[in-house]
């Protein structure tokens, strides 16, 4: 039986780039693996003729040929897959997919077109500090963040010109060197390229040959309403440079919010103390307490309130983050004691005390339990 030809096992054209044969192999070799496809018999096979199909396409000179002559040019183990050019799926086209597809969640990276190991940025922390005002209402806010970006001039790659670079002339571009001792052969990280497989021979002016440069930069970040201490807002890709092609970390920007000076707040409710007169406690009354945004309302004070009586205020509170519903502004009144009484004043509380006998209900109540209780202590 004839075999597929290698482009229409990949899905791709005889003109494909070499990111778009990469891709369509991804796509296919998720699509074919094995074990997704327990159910199938031929999975296994069909999984094998992609891998084959990629490993030749992704070599320049195995390619050529292939163009050139067909499969022709790899019978007799031409092509390095054995008999019939069959490939192991532990080869090293799966192991490229596999590093691709996993390599940022094992801590590797993965690997760009010239085989280094490409690796993610690291993420930053930005703390912003805004007011309760401004967490009531939200805001954009432009923050200034010193990062590593990509270097202008040679587009992140460390060489001047761009140029590409070249093969590590210690490890021939492997990464790690191989050394005897005694019966053993000991692998380590190339001491020249630390591992990177690869060197640059002309560095860079600009940027010394790192491929990043310190710059500052200017950021808009949208707060939104309701945040609260400790709220974090992700800005993707505005994080370090990554090394090698590798992508861009994230910043995180951390909120704190101030204190207020008037209210209190506890999630998405506030809690505001109210002193009120002796008098307008006794006899009942009306007082003007704020809102949080800036407004004024009118509460109604029950006669004879006493220290710590909580009233409510239904949705005058802060915002839900995200949600269309707000908390509630709770008002805990102080009745507070006159001080800097006149003579006047003074006999008229005195005279006020001759008159009030069941004014002081708690008063009595409590008194009355000490009697009790010293007639207890004395029998």
């Known amino acids: 039986m004839a075999k597929a030809d290698y482009y229409d096992l990949l899905g791709v054209s005889k003109g494909a780039s070499e990111q778009e044969l990469k891709k369509a192999y991804r796509k296919k070799a998720m699509e074919l693996h094995p074990d997704r496809n327990k159910d199938d018999p031929s999975a296994e096979a069909k999984f094998k003729d992609v891998n084959e199909a990629y490993e030749v396409l992704k070599d320049g000179d195995k390619k050529a040929a292939y163009d050139r002559y067909g499969h022709a040019a790899f019978e007799g183990g031409m092509g390095g897959g054995g008999q019939g050019g069959g490939f192991s799926p532990g080869g090293s086209a799966f192991s490229d997919v596999f590093d691709d597809l996993f390599g940022d969640f094992m801590g590797g990276g993965r690997r760009d077109g010239g085989g280094q190991r490409a690796t993610r940025g690291s993420d930053l922390r930005y703390n912003l500090t805004i007011t309760l005002e401004e967490a009531f209402t939200g805001k954009q806010q432009n923050v200034s963040v010193n990062s590593s970006v990509a270097c202008d001039t040679c587009?992140?790659?460390?060489?001047?010109?761009?140029?590409?670079?070249?093969?590590?002339?210690?490890?021939?571009?492997?990464?790690?060197?191989?050394?005897?001792?005694?019966?053993?052969?000991?692998?380590?990280?190339?001491?020249?390229?630390?591992?990177?497989?690869?060197?640059?021979?002309?560095?860079?002016?600009?940027?010394?040959?790192?491929?990043?440069?310190?710059?500052?930069?200017?950021?808009?970040?949208?707060?939104?309403?309701?945040?609260?201490?400790?709220?974090?807002?992700?800005?993707?890709?505005?994080?370090?440079?990554?090394?090698?092609g590798g992508p861009t970390g994230d910043l995180?920007?951390?909120?704190?919010?101030?204190?207020?000076?008037?209210?209190?707040?506890?999630?998405?409710?506030?809690?505001?103390?109210?002193?009120?007169?002796?008098?307008?406690?006794a006899l009942g009354g009306e007082i003007e307490v704020p809102t949080i945004d800036g407004g004024k309302s009118r509460v109604k004070v029950p006669a004879g309130s006493q220290t710590a009586k909580q009233?409510?205020?239904?949705?005058?509170?802060?915002?839900?983050?995200?949600?269309?519903?707000?908390?509630?502004?709770?008002?805990?009144?102080a009745v507070e004691t006159p001080v800097n009484l006149s003579s006047q004043q003074k006999e008229l509380l005195k005279e006020f005390e001759k008159l009030g006998e069941n004014n002081s209900p708690e008063s009595s109540n409590f008194f009355g339990k000490v009697k009790t209780f010293w007639d207890g202590m004395k029998s």
């Open 155 to 244: 587009e992140g790659s460390g060489a001047e010109g761009g140029a590409e670079p070249s093969n590590c002339p210690t490890c021939s571009g492997m990464g790690k060197v191989r050394a005897q001792q005694g019966f053993f052969t000991v692998e380590r990280t190339c001491p020249t390229c630390s591992g990177r497989g690869q060197i640059i021979t002309n560095p860079c002016n600009a940027c010394s040959g790192s491929g990043h440069q310190q710059r500052e930069r200017s950021l808009g970040v949208n707060i939104p309403a309701g945040v609260e201490t400790g709220t974090r807002i992700r800005l993707t890709g505005e994080g370090e440079a990554g090394m090698r």
């Open 311 to 333: 009233m409510r205020l239904k949705a005058k509170g802060m915002p839900a983050l995200r949600s269309n519903t707000s908390g509630d502004l709770f008002l805990e009144l």
């Open 252 to 281: 995180y920007i951390f909120i704190e919010v101030e204190d207020h000076e008037i209210f209190e707040r506890e999630g998405p409710n506030l809690f505001c103390r109210v002193p009120v007169s002796m008098t307008t406690a």
